[in-house]
Protein backbone atom coordinates (compact mmCIF):
# COMPACT_ATOMS: atom_id res chain seq x y z
CA UNK A 1 0.00 0.00 0.00
CA UNK A 2 2.62 2.51 1.46
CA UNK A 3 5.25 1.38 -1.67
CA UNK A 4 1.52 1.66 -4.39
CA UNK A 5 1.23 5.17 -3.00
CA UNK A 6 5.32 6.18 -3.02
CA UNK A 7 4.97 4.41 -6.87
CA UNK A 8 1.94 6.88 -7.81
CA UNK A 9 3.32 9.77 -6.32
CA UNK A 10 6.82 9.85 -8.16
CA UNK A 11 4.46 8.85 -11.44
CA UNK A 12 2.53 12.17 -10.98
CA UNK A 13 5.88 14.52 -10.36
CA UNK A 14 7.64 15.95 -13.61
CA UNK A 15 10.78 14.15 -14.60
CA UNK A 16 13.86 13.91 -17.18
CA UNK A 17 15.33 11.42 -18.60
CA UNK A 18 19.06 11.87 -20.16
CA UNK A 19 20.23 8.02 -20.21
CA UNK A 20 17.80 5.87 -21.90
CA UNK A 21 19.05 3.38 -25.21
CA UNK A 22 16.05 3.09 -27.89
CA UNK A 23 16.77 -0.53 -28.36
CA UNK A 24 17.40 -1.12 -24.36
CA UNK A 25 13.57 0.66 -23.02
CA UNK A 26 11.97 -1.85 -25.98
CA UNK A 27 8.87 -3.35 -23.98
CA UNK A 28 9.23 -6.93 -22.46
CA UNK A 29 5.97 -7.87 -24.02
CA UNK A 30 7.13 -6.05 -27.62
CA UNK A 31 10.38 -7.94 -27.37
CA UNK A 32 8.67 -11.43 -26.96
CA UNK A 33 5.76 -11.00 -29.54
CA UNK A 34 8.47 -10.04 -32.34
CA UNK A 35 11.16 -13.06 -31.23
CA UNK A 36 7.69 -15.39 -31.00
CA UNK A 37 6.82 -13.92 -35.15
CA UNK A 38 11.02 -14.82 -36.42
CA UNK A 39 10.77 -17.64 -34.33
CA UNK A 40 7.25 -18.82 -36.11
CA UNK A 41 9.56 -18.05 -39.21
CA UNK A 42 12.33 -20.15 -38.55
CA UNK A 43 14.89 -17.17 -38.44
CA UNK A 44 15.55 -17.85 -34.96
CA UNK A 45 15.05 -20.35 -32.30
CA UNK A 46 12.72 -18.98 -30.29
CA UNK A 47 13.08 -20.60 -26.71
CA UNK A 48 16.48 -20.18 -26.67
CA UNK A 49 15.87 -16.02 -27.09
CA UNK A 50 12.96 -16.34 -24.29
CA UNK A 51 15.47 -18.01 -21.82
CA UNK A 52 18.12 -15.49 -22.99
CA UNK A 53 15.15 -12.57 -22.62
CA UNK A 54 13.77 -13.53 -18.99
CA UNK A 55 16.55 -14.38 -17.18
CA UNK A 56 17.04 -11.44 -14.40
CA UNK A 57 20.66 -10.78 -13.53
CA UNK A 58 23.44 -10.59 -16.53
CA UNK A 59 26.91 -9.46 -15.86
CA UNK A 60 27.88 -6.40 -18.47
CA UNK A 61 29.12 -8.82 -21.18
CA UNK A 62 26.03 -10.95 -21.54
CA UNK A 63 24.39 -7.83 -21.59
CA UNK A 64 25.71 -7.16 -24.87
CA UNK A 65 25.20 -10.40 -25.96
CA UNK A 66 21.92 -9.91 -25.26
CA UNK A 67 21.68 -7.01 -27.43
CA UNK A 68 23.07 -8.51 -30.07
CA UNK A 69 20.04 -11.09 -29.61
CA UNK A 70 17.75 -7.74 -29.61
CA UNK A 71 18.98 -6.06 -32.54
CA UNK A 72 18.08 -8.88 -35.01
CA UNK A 73 14.77 -9.34 -33.50
CA UNK A 74 14.72 -5.19 -34.05
CA UNK A 75 16.54 -3.89 -36.70
CA UNK A 76 14.05 -4.03 -39.57
CA UNK A 77 12.09 -0.49 -40.72
CA UNK A 78 8.61 -0.92 -39.36
CA UNK A 79 9.19 -2.36 -36.03
CA UNK A 80 11.74 0.69 -35.27
CA UNK A 81 8.98 2.39 -35.70
CA UNK A 82 6.57 0.97 -33.48
CA UNK A 83 8.97 0.08 -30.51
CA UNK A 84 10.00 4.27 -30.57
CA UNK A 85 6.55 4.98 -30.42
CA UNK A 86 5.66 2.91 -27.71
CA UNK A 87 9.06 3.59 -25.46
CA UNK A 88 8.04 7.17 -26.16
CA UNK A 89 4.33 6.46 -25.05
CA UNK A 90 5.77 4.62 -22.21
CA UNK A 91 7.80 7.04 -20.92
CA UNK A 92 5.29 9.53 -21.19
CA UNK A 93 3.00 8.18 -19.50
CA UNK A 94 5.00 8.03 -16.18
CA UNK A 95 5.21 12.16 -16.60
CA UNK A 96 8.67 11.92 -18.27
CA UNK A 97 8.58 15.30 -19.48
CA UNK A 98 11.56 15.50 -21.55
CA UNK A 99 13.19 12.45 -22.95
CA UNK A 100 16.74 12.24 -24.59
CA UNK A 101 16.57 9.54 -26.52
CA UNK A 102 19.64 7.66 -27.81
CA UNK A 103 20.11 5.08 -30.59
CA UNK A 104 23.06 3.91 -32.54
CA UNK A 105 22.43 4.39 -36.11
CA UNK A 106 22.36 0.50 -37.99
CA UNK A 107 23.19 -0.25 -41.70
CA UNK A 108 22.01 -3.26 -42.77
CA UNK A 109 22.14 -4.16 -46.99
CA UNK A 110 20.19 -7.04 -46.52
CA UNK A 111 16.78 -5.24 -45.88
CA UNK A 112 18.22 -1.99 -47.63
CA UNK A 113 18.53 -0.42 -44.27
CA UNK A 114 21.48 2.74 -44.31
CA UNK A 115 21.90 4.89 -41.06
CA UNK A 116 19.66 7.26 -42.20
CA UNK A 117 17.13 4.93 -43.15
CA UNK A 118 17.05 3.52 -39.96
CA UNK A 119 17.19 7.42 -37.96
CA UNK A 120 14.23 8.15 -40.82
CA UNK A 121 12.26 4.94 -39.21
CA UNK A 122 12.85 6.11 -35.60
CA UNK A 123 11.39 9.76 -36.37
CA UNK A 124 8.32 8.48 -38.41
CA UNK A 125 8.01 6.51 -34.67
CA UNK A 126 8.42 9.79 -32.89
CA UNK A 127 5.52 11.30 -35.07
CA UNK A 128 3.42 8.00 -34.34
CA UNK A 129 2.98 8.52 -30.73
CA UNK A 130 -0.81 9.17 -30.15
CA UNK A 131 -1.13 9.47 -26.47
CA UNK A 132 1.06 12.83 -26.03
CA UNK A 133 1.84 15.87 -27.78
CA UNK A 134 5.43 15.40 -29.12
CA UNK A 135 7.67 18.43 -29.13
CA UNK A 136 10.63 17.84 -31.26
CA UNK A 137 11.99 20.49 -33.26
CA UNK A 138 14.55 22.51 -31.34
CA UNK A 139 13.16 26.56 -31.72
CA UNK A 140 16.05 28.83 -30.80
CA UNK A 141 13.18 31.41 -29.61
CA UNK A 142 16.09 33.54 -28.66
CA UNK A 143 16.13 34.88 -24.73
CA UNK A 144 13.27 38.35 -25.39
CA UNK A 145 10.81 35.72 -27.12
CA UNK A 146 7.77 34.96 -25.01
CA UNK A 147 7.17 31.22 -23.78
CA UNK A 148 4.27 29.47 -24.88
CA UNK A 149 3.53 28.25 -21.47
CA UNK A 150 -0.14 27.57 -22.38
CA UNK A 151 0.10 24.09 -24.25
CA UNK A 152 2.91 22.68 -21.50
CA UNK A 153 1.49 23.71 -18.24
CA UNK A 154 -1.97 22.97 -18.44
CA UNK A 155 -2.77 26.41 -16.79
CA UNK A 156 -5.13 28.15 -19.14
CA UNK A 157 -8.61 26.58 -19.87
CA UNK A 158 -7.42 22.95 -18.49
CA UNK A 159 -7.77 21.37 -22.26
CA UNK A 160 -3.97 21.92 -23.31
CA UNK A 161 -2.92 18.15 -24.04
CA UNK A 162 0.26 16.76 -21.98
CA UNK A 163 3.56 17.06 -23.80
CA UNK A 164 6.86 15.58 -23.88
CA UNK A 165 10.30 17.19 -25.49
CA UNK A 166 11.92 14.50 -26.97
CA UNK A 167 15.55 14.96 -28.22
CA UNK A 168 17.56 12.49 -30.04
CA UNK A 169 21.32 11.20 -29.48
CA UNK A 170 22.93 9.40 -32.25
CA UNK A 171 25.08 6.60 -30.62
CA UNK A 172 28.28 5.58 -31.82
CA UNK A 173 29.08 1.80 -31.43
CA UNK A 174 32.65 1.42 -30.06
CA UNK A 175 32.19 -1.52 -32.64
CA UNK A 176 32.69 0.66 -35.42
CA UNK A 177 35.76 2.44 -37.39
CA UNK A 178 36.61 6.17 -37.54
CA UNK A 179 34.75 6.70 -40.92
CA UNK A 180 31.85 4.76 -39.35
CA UNK A 181 31.52 6.98 -36.68
CA UNK A 182 32.23 10.21 -38.63
CA UNK A 183 28.98 8.71 -40.65
CA UNK A 184 26.96 8.75 -37.81
CA UNK A 185 28.23 12.71 -36.81
CA UNK A 186 27.28 13.55 -40.24
CA UNK A 187 24.29 11.87 -40.19
CA UNK A 188 23.21 13.70 -36.83
CA UNK A 189 24.67 17.39 -38.20
CA UNK A 190 21.90 16.85 -41.14
CA UNK A 191 19.19 15.52 -38.83
CA UNK A 192 19.52 18.68 -36.34
CA UNK A 193 16.12 19.89 -37.14
CA UNK A 194 14.65 17.07 -37.07
CA UNK A 195 15.57 17.12 -32.64
CA UNK A 196 19.04 15.51 -32.93
CA UNK A 197 20.39 17.25 -29.83
CA UNK A 198 23.76 15.32 -29.55
CA UNK A 199 26.22 12.20 -30.03
CA UNK A 200 26.64 9.31 -27.41
CA UNK A 201 29.63 7.18 -27.32
CA UNK A 202 28.67 3.50 -25.89
CA UNK A 203 28.84 -0.44 -26.31
CA UNK A 204 30.32 -2.93 -24.79
CA UNK A 205 33.45 -1.17 -22.86
CA UNK A 206 36.27 -3.82 -23.57
CA UNK A 207 35.74 -3.19 -26.87
CA UNK A 208 37.42 -0.76 -29.22
CA UNK A 209 39.95 2.62 -28.89
CA UNK A 210 39.19 5.75 -27.34
CA UNK A 211 41.58 7.27 -30.22
CA UNK A 212 39.14 5.39 -32.94
CA UNK A 213 36.43 7.77 -31.77
CA UNK A 214 38.20 10.88 -30.83
CA UNK A 215 38.00 12.53 -34.57
CA UNK A 216 34.76 12.02 -35.14
CA UNK A 217 33.72 13.30 -31.90
CA UNK A 218 35.82 16.31 -31.74
CA UNK A 219 34.68 17.02 -35.09
CA UNK A 220 30.92 16.76 -34.10
CA UNK A 221 31.71 19.30 -30.89
CA UNK A 222 33.44 21.96 -33.61
CA UNK A 223 30.44 21.82 -35.33
CA UNK A 224 27.92 22.52 -32.16
CA UNK A 225 26.67 19.28 -31.33
CA UNK A 226 26.87 18.14 -27.18
CA UNK A 227 28.53 15.03 -26.17
CA UNK A 228 27.83 11.74 -23.77
CA UNK A 229 30.57 9.26 -22.78
CA UNK A 230 29.62 6.04 -21.41
CA UNK A 231 32.30 6.43 -19.17
CA UNK A 232 34.31 4.13 -16.91
CA UNK A 233 32.07 0.75 -16.61
CA UNK A 234 34.92 -0.86 -16.94
CA UNK A 235 38.66 -0.31 -14.86
CA UNK A 236 40.47 1.61 -17.40
CA UNK A 237 42.36 4.44 -15.72
CA UNK A 238 43.84 5.64 -18.93
CA UNK A 239 40.80 5.80 -21.13
CA UNK A 240 38.95 7.16 -18.26
CA UNK A 241 41.38 10.34 -17.97
CA UNK A 242 41.20 10.28 -21.80
CA UNK A 243 37.57 10.78 -21.68
CA UNK A 244 37.70 13.67 -18.89
CA UNK A 245 40.47 15.84 -20.73
CA UNK A 246 38.03 15.95 -23.65
CA UNK A 247 35.24 17.50 -21.37
CA UNK A 248 32.20 16.18 -22.44
CA UNK A 249 29.08 17.74 -21.93
CA UNK A 250 27.89 14.57 -19.99
CA UNK A 251 29.44 11.02 -18.96
CA UNK A 252 27.44 8.45 -18.12
CA UNK A 253 27.89 5.47 -15.55
CA UNK A 254 31.66 6.44 -13.75
CA UNK A 255 31.87 3.10 -11.99
CA UNK A 256 35.59 2.36 -12.11
CA UNK A 257 36.84 6.02 -10.95
CA UNK A 258 40.14 6.28 -8.96
CA UNK A 259 40.87 9.29 -6.86
CA UNK A 260 42.37 10.98 -9.38
CA UNK A 261 39.16 10.40 -11.66
CA UNK A 262 37.31 11.38 -8.97
CA UNK A 263 39.07 14.81 -8.09
CA UNK A 264 39.62 15.49 -11.98
CA UNK A 265 35.37 14.54 -12.77
CA UNK A 266 34.94 16.85 -9.64
CA UNK A 267 36.87 20.03 -10.48
CA UNK A 268 35.45 20.13 -14.45
CA UNK A 269 31.66 19.63 -13.13
CA UNK A 270 31.07 17.48 -15.66
CA UNK A 271 27.49 16.42 -14.37
CA UNK A 272 27.06 12.20 -14.67
CA UNK A 273 23.88 9.89 -15.92
CA UNK A 274 23.49 7.38 -12.73
CA UNK A 275 21.91 4.60 -13.90
CA UNK A 276 21.52 2.75 -10.54
CA UNK A 277 19.35 -0.50 -11.53
CA UNK A 278 21.50 -0.89 -14.32
CA UNK A 279 25.10 -0.86 -12.38
CA UNK A 280 23.50 -2.98 -9.74
CA UNK A 281 21.61 -5.98 -12.40
CA UNK A 282 25.34 -5.96 -14.36
CA UNK A 283 26.94 -6.07 -11.31
CA UNK A 284 29.23 -3.25 -12.23
CA UNK A 285 28.34 -2.17 -8.77
CA UNK A 286 28.02 -4.79 -5.56
CA UNK A 287 25.19 -3.11 -3.56
CA UNK A 288 23.21 -0.08 -4.01
CA UNK A 289 24.45 1.26 -0.79
CA UNK A 290 27.86 1.71 -2.06
CA UNK A 291 27.05 3.11 -5.35
CA UNK A 292 28.83 6.13 -6.04
CA UNK A 293 25.64 8.39 -6.28
CA UNK A 294 25.83 9.30 -2.39
CA UNK A 295 29.37 10.75 -2.90
CA UNK A 296 28.34 12.82 -5.94
CA UNK A 297 25.12 13.86 -4.27
CA UNK A 298 26.82 15.31 -0.56
CA UNK A 299 29.54 16.84 -2.91
CA UNK A 300 26.65 18.54 -5.02
CA UNK A 301 28.04 17.63 -8.00
CA UNK A 302 25.72 17.54 -10.89
CA UNK A 303 24.19 13.91 -11.21
CA UNK A 304 20.82 13.36 -12.97
CA UNK A 305 19.10 9.91 -12.20
CA UNK A 306 18.59 7.99 -15.76
CA UNK A 307 17.34 4.60 -16.74
CA UNK A 308 19.73 3.35 -19.41
CA UNK A 309 18.08 0.07 -20.57
CA UNK A 310 14.46 0.17 -18.89
CA UNK A 311 13.18 -2.52 -20.92
CA UNK A 312 15.92 -4.99 -20.59
CA UNK A 313 16.22 -3.92 -16.53
CA UNK A 314 12.35 -4.24 -15.96
CA UNK A 315 12.64 -0.57 -14.96
CA UNK A 316 11.25 3.16 -14.80
CA UNK A 317 12.72 6.45 -13.91
CA UNK A 318 10.10 7.06 -10.84
CA UNK A 319 11.90 3.42 -10.12
CA UNK A 320 15.12 4.55 -10.03
CA UNK A 321 13.78 7.62 -8.15
CA UNK A 322 12.29 5.37 -5.31
CA UNK A 323 15.37 3.24 -5.11
CA UNK A 324 17.42 6.30 -4.82
CA UNK A 325 15.12 7.87 -2.41
CA UNK A 326 14.87 4.40 -0.01
CA UNK A 327 18.49 3.74 -0.51
CA UNK A 328 19.88 6.93 0.59
CA UNK A 329 17.41 8.34 2.83
CA UNK A 330 16.31 11.61 0.79
CA UNK A 331 12.92 12.45 1.73
CA UNK A 332 10.44 13.82 -1.56
CA UNK A 333 11.60 17.58 -1.31
CA UNK A 334 15.44 16.91 -1.77
CA UNK A 335 14.40 14.42 -4.52
CA UNK A 336 11.96 16.80 -6.38
CA UNK A 337 15.07 19.14 -6.53
CA UNK A 338 17.59 16.78 -7.79
CA UNK A 339 14.53 16.09 -10.55
CA UNK A 340 14.12 19.60 -11.16
CA UNK A 341 18.04 20.16 -11.45
CA UNK A 342 18.61 17.70 -14.12
CA UNK A 343 16.77 20.24 -16.51
CA UNK A 344 20.22 22.24 -16.38
CA UNK A 345 22.14 19.12 -17.92
CA UNK A 346 19.85 19.09 -21.10
CA UNK A 347 21.25 19.41 -24.37
CA UNK A 348 18.46 21.32 -25.80
CA UNK A 349 17.93 24.86 -26.30
CA UNK A 350 17.48 27.46 -23.37
CA UNK A 351 14.11 28.15 -24.43
CA UNK A 352 13.10 24.35 -23.78
CA UNK A 353 14.98 24.77 -20.15
CA UNK A 354 12.97 27.95 -19.56
CA UNK A 355 9.29 25.90 -20.67
CA UNK A 356 10.65 23.18 -18.50
CA UNK A 357 11.53 25.21 -15.41
CA UNK A 358 7.67 26.40 -15.82
CA UNK A 359 6.34 22.62 -15.50
CA UNK A 360 8.73 22.37 -12.21
CA UNK A 361 7.51 25.50 -10.53
CA UNK A 362 4.08 24.11 -12.06
CA UNK A 363 4.34 21.23 -10.43
CA UNK A 364 6.22 22.57 -6.85
CA UNK A 365 3.57 24.40 -6.26
CA UNK A 366 1.09 21.78 -6.39
CA UNK A 367 2.99 20.63 -3.99
CA UNK A 368 3.02 22.73 -1.72
C1 LIG B 1 27.12 0.64 -22.85
C2 LIG B 1 25.03 0.31 -23.73
C3 LIG B 1 24.51 0.00 -22.45
O1 LIG B 1 21.49 1.91 -29.67
O2 LIG B 1 20.41 -0.22 -30.38
N1 LIG B 1 24.03 0.21 -24.60
N2 LIG B 1 26.32 0.63 -23.92
N3 LIG B 1 26.70 0.34 -21.60
C4 LIG B 1 25.42 0.01 -21.35
N4 LIG B 1 25.05 -0.30 -20.06
C5 LIG B 1 24.40 -1.50 -19.72
N5 LIG B 1 23.20 -0.25 -22.58
C6 LIG B 1 22.91 -0.11 -23.91
O3 LIG B 1 20.33 0.49 -27.97
C7 LIG B 1 21.08 -0.61 -27.52
C8 LIG B 1 22.58 -0.32 -27.58
O4 LIG B 1 22.90 0.68 -26.62
C9 LIG B 1 24.18 0.45 -26.06
C10 LIG B 1 24.73 -0.80 -26.72
O5 LIG B 1 25.54 -0.43 -27.82
C11 LIG B 1 23.46 -1.51 -27.19
O6 LIG B 1 23.70 -2.37 -28.28
P1 LIG B 1 20.32 1.00 -29.49
O7 LIG B 1 19.00 1.68 -29.61
Redesign the pocket.
Known amino acids: MEKQRDMDWWVSIPKVELHA?????IRGSTLLELARGLGEKGTIVFSDVEHAILKDDRS?QE??KL??L??IV??DHKILTRITQEVVEDFAAENVVYLEL???P?RNDLIGMSKRSYMEAVVKGLRAVTTVEVDLAPRDLGPGNPVNSCAITDLCDGTARKKIYVRLLL?I??RETTASAMETVELALEMRDLGVAGIDL????IVGEWATFLPALKFAREQGLSITL?CG?VPNPVEINAMLDFLPGRI??ACFFGEEEWRKLKSCKIPVEI?LT?NIR?E?ISSVDVHHFVDLYNAEHPTVLCT??SG??STSLSGEYILASSAFGLGRSEMFRLARKAIEFIFADDAVKRELGEIFESAARKLD
Open positions: HLNGSLVFFDIHTTRTTKSDRSGNPHEGHCSTTDDVF
